[in-house]
């Protein structure tokens, strides 16, 4: 099992939806949790981080966790064309482990 | 500095050549971390420094790799005896402390490619 596992996609979602992205994880002693956003050819870019159960909410961006079920998920409300990249999943039980990302299109 | 930076940005070697691939940290960040992104997938995980020492050297994929940090803060990754496969991004990030829930910063990257 992989310590940290996202759906690969590819998620395609038209402009104006939600776009849910979710990511589970093996270590039950992680305690922080971010999205990173990778645009093609480019290094990945934080985008929000978590550590209580719980939503929090930045912008269009609402990071979910779910301690129990070892679940964080990442919702981007009225999605847009630059919205589209690989969305990573890290989870921080010491060192970082990333997922392989869920790439995302959203169609104009 | 204003982020973490990585030199070279691109190297071409030839399959048996050892490379050395620089990062230079974030200033004051004493954590470092090196990972490898093939084509089209995740972030592998290198290994990870905490000011000099290498807490964490699991992710080494095989001897031919090696890395350091002197001063607790420019870290080395050598690649001896390259290989075809060896070929990716190899991303270096650093965090302010490698406890807690410290945000990596990322480097734009060396893309190697062994021919």
């Known amino acids: 099992q992989k310590e940290v596992e996202q759906n690969s996609g590819p998620l395609s979602v038209p402009e104006g939806a939600i776009a849910s992205l979710n990511c589970t994880y093996s270590?039950?002693?992680?305690?922080?949790f971010f999205w990173y956003r990778q645009y093609s050819g480019k290094s990945p870019e934080l985008i929000m981080s978590i550590y209580s159960n719980g939503d929090k909410e930045d912008g269009r961006f609402t990071a979910q966790l779910n301690k129990a079920s070892q679940y964080v998920s990442l919702l981007i409300r009225d999605s847009q064309p630059s919205d589209s990249a690989t969305y990573l999943c890290?989870?921080?039980?010491?060192?970082?482990?990333f997922g392989a990302g869920t790439r995302l299109t959203v169609k104009p | 500095g204003a982020g973490v930076s990585q030199s070279p940005s691109n190297k071409v070697t030839e399959k048996g050549k050892d490379v050395e691939l620089r990062c230079d940290p974030i200033?004051?960040?004493?954590?470092l971390y090196w990972y490898r992104q093939s084509l089209g997938q995740g972030l592998e995980f290198l290994i990870y420094?905490?000011?000099?020492?290498?807490?964490?050297k699991s992710g080494l994929p095989s001897d031919r790799f090696s890395a350091e940090r002197t001063g607790g803060s420019v870290s080395t990754l050598t690649i001896q005896r390259t290989q075809q496969e060896d070929s990716a991004v190899y991303l270096c990030?650093?965090?302010?402390?490698?406890?807690?829930?410290?945000?990596?910063?990322f480097g734009p990257g060396t893309r190697l490619l062994v021919l």
């Open positions: 990030a650093s965090s302010l402390d490698g406890g807690g829930p410290q945000t990596q910063y």
């Open positions: 890290a989870v921080r039980p010491g060192d970082m482990r």
């Open positions: 270590d039950r002693g992680s305690q922080s």
């Open positions: 420094f905490q000011g000099n020492s290498a807490p964490d």
């Open positions: 200033s004051g960040h004493t954590a």
